[in-house]
């Protein structure tokens, strides 16, 4: 039987795209509110001198910038820059780089995640990918998937829904086991003890597998020349889903900031997005 067609509300959507369409506004609007109150905690405005752009104007500008992938010189034909110049949208987010605003906003949806689902994380995933290069200038090696053109490795550790916990980047040619101790190193929330992590074979190694038992974790690291059964695969397909979800945002295919901390304040940012779905 063919379902029944969904019902049209007054502007001609459906019921499924008006959801949709409220559940991003709600998501910008406590993604842009948690941005507020950690600059106004870390950099609050002057008291005297000219009076700063808007946080709220600030923020759109650097989403469309985010998911347009566009020059932030091409501000200046949008309307995300009727108040200010391009330049003081570009100055603002480089502060924001300095101070790690990204990255505090992310901590706090983390535990604004965990405190309204007071959910048990199933288990995690840790993989890294491949960044190409464009202009950046540090944090650079051989990518050998790139014909050995200069890339960085951005690796993740993710729960069970593909929300990351934690976020590294290294030079492209930087083994996957050399990556485990500074990834758990900058985790952003408590990692659960007696959970299983799920990694594949470029992290087949008896000293990998020993650090994870010392965090509390049960390792189930896929090992080489032998076949990896089709549950661990599944398993690990969340953190395959972050990077997906992560390619939506054209300005993260590719580096095109000169300095690795602002490619990393960009990921922030848009993890800040997915955690927003999940907690709007």
């Known amino acids: 039987q ?13 019921e499924r795209s008006s959801r949709k ?11 842009a509110r948690v941005i507020r109150n950690v600059v106004a905690g870390v950099a609050p405005n002057a008291k005297t001198g000219r009076p700063r752009v808007s946080v709220a104007n600030t923020i759109d500008a650097i989403d469309f910038v985010l998911k347009t992938g566009m020059p932030w010189r091409h501000l200046q034909e949008t309307r995300c820059t009727q108040e200010c110049h391009y330049t003081t949208i570009h100055k603002r987010f480089c502060s924001w780089v300095q101070l790690g605003v990204c990255r505090r906003v992310h901590k706090t949806l983390l535990r604004l995640d965990a405190s309204k689902r007071a959910r048990d994380q199933r288990h ?14 540090d944090c650079l090696g051989r990518n050998p998937t790139d014909r050995g053109r200069r890339g960085t490795k951005l690796s993740a550790l993710v729960d069970h ?7 590294a980047v290294f030079s492209a040619n930087t083994s996957d086991y ?29 000293k990998i597998r020993e650090f994870l038992r010392s965090q509390q974790l049960r390792p189930n690291v896929a090992r080489r020349r032998t076949q990896t059964p089709r549950g661990d695969v599944s398993n690990r397909a969340c953190v ?33 997005h997915l955690l927003g779905r999940r907690v709007a």
């Open 161 to 167: 829904r593909g929300m990351p916990v934690a976020l």
């Open 124 to 137: 995690y995933c840790l993989d890294s990918t491949l960044i190409k290069n464009q202009v950046g200038q």
């Open 240 to 272: 395959e889903h972050l990077f997906g979800w992560l390619d939506k945002s054209r300005r993260l295919l590719m580096r095109f900031d000169t300095y690795v901390e602002t490619y990393l304040e960009f990921t922030y940012l848009a993890c800040c």
């Open 2 to 14: 063919s379902r029944p067609p969904l019902a049209k509300t007054g502007r001609g959507l459906t």
């Open 178 to 206: 050399r990556t485990v101790e500074a990834t758990f190193a900058r985790a952003d929330c408590p990692i659960r003890p007696r959970r299983v992590i799920y990694a594949d074979k470029g992290y087949d190694s008896a």
């Open 21 to 31: 369409a409220c559940s991003d506004a709600d998501t910008h609007d406590l993604v």
